[in-house]
């Protein structure tokens, strides 16, 4: 049996950012279309684990009038700096982020879907966790907000594998942690 | 004939950086092959002048020793805060971006071919006058660095037109101004 994977499914604007600095997401509904979801569902399927961070989870929870619907469908844990008692769900986590994910590594299941935000994203490429990436790059530049990527983090090269424009604007871009990632200067690349 | 367009034709990591903080790009050499420039010949013999912010400009010229290699195919503009001599065969612009991007639509020609960087971008999107984007996305994960997009600007859509993965990784976004280009709650997204 494969080992269970880290997934990053996540939404940025082409200028690289996940919400406005007000953590407005409303701006991502000019892709919504009836009958399209980009792949989620199927996504969806492959994963039975969900992580996110504290700050986006709260983001998430006002939305959803404190109802957290993911804990639903998945079990859910929240990255918080904070010890925290469990609610809707979730389980609050203020461990090591990659003791975290050894330890669901190491129990049966599908894969992990984490989806942000920014915070959570560089502690885990930090330590090198990430090992698939989903990216749907909507067709606005948003011109301010909080970043996908915050920067502070080391360089890492990837595998690019897929890209697919949808009808909407959408592109979505896919890609693998580098095998043979490391320094730059180490990379021999496949042809 | 066709209006000449302003084509931004730029590299990024995928974490949004153009170059480090100090100004090194050797890391786009990871998608350096024998045999591919991922579609830049036949881009620049659609372009016959060539905008540049200043001190891009000099983060080059310093790569080739003071030489500006740009200034033997295109008409070459430089825009400065500043008021400067013309050098390298380079004119240096300190009016109104706006109105030198007019002066040359007014004249015949090819397309404009803008090289960033950051600050240029801004001003060329503050004042929607980028006809096409062409974004070559690297697959690293920088960490750190100067950033394409600055933030700071108003929020606008994009049509995307296609998305190209290359065998080194490097994938190729296209995106063209939004006709009905505005708010997003204005926008109807043709199917």
């Known amino acids: 049996m494969s080992e269970r994977k880290l997934i ?3 939404s940025m604007s082409l200028d690289g950012f996940i919400a406005t600095k007000d953590d407005d997401i409303s701006w991502l509904s000019i892709v919504e279309h009836t009958g399209e ?9 492959t ?3 969900y992580i996110i961070g504290r700050k986006t989870y709260e983001v998430v929870l006002k939305l959803t009038n404190g109802k957290f619907p993911q804990a639903e469908r ?5 990255l918080s700096r904070q010890k925290r008692k469990d609610e809707n769900g979730i389980t609050f986590y203020n461990g ?16 992990i879907y984490c989806d942000g935000g920014g915070q959570i994203v560089k502690l885990l490429m930090e330590k090198n966790l990430i090992d698939e990436y989903i990216i749907s790059i909507m067709p606005i530049v948003l011109g301010d907000g909080k970043r996908l990527f915050l920067g502070g983090t080391e360089r890492f090269t990837l595998q690019a594998k897929a890209a697919e424009v949808y009808k909407s604007g959408l592109i979505q871009l896919r890609y693998t942690r580098e095998e043979m990632s490391g320094l730059v200067d180490d990379l021999t690349q496949p042809e």
Chains 1, 2 share one sequence.
Not at 37 to 45: A, C, I, L, S, V
Not at 74 to 78: E, R
Not at 97 to 110: N, R, S
């Open 74 to 78: 998945f079990k859910c844990y929240v």
């Open 37 to 45: 979801n980009y792949g989620y569902t199927k996504f969806t399927e």
């Open 96 to 111: 090591k982020v990659e003791d975290l994910i050894q330890k669901i590594k190491k129990e049966k299941g599908k894969n």
């Open 47 to 49: 994963v039975d684990t």
């Open 8 to 10: 990053l499914y996540i």
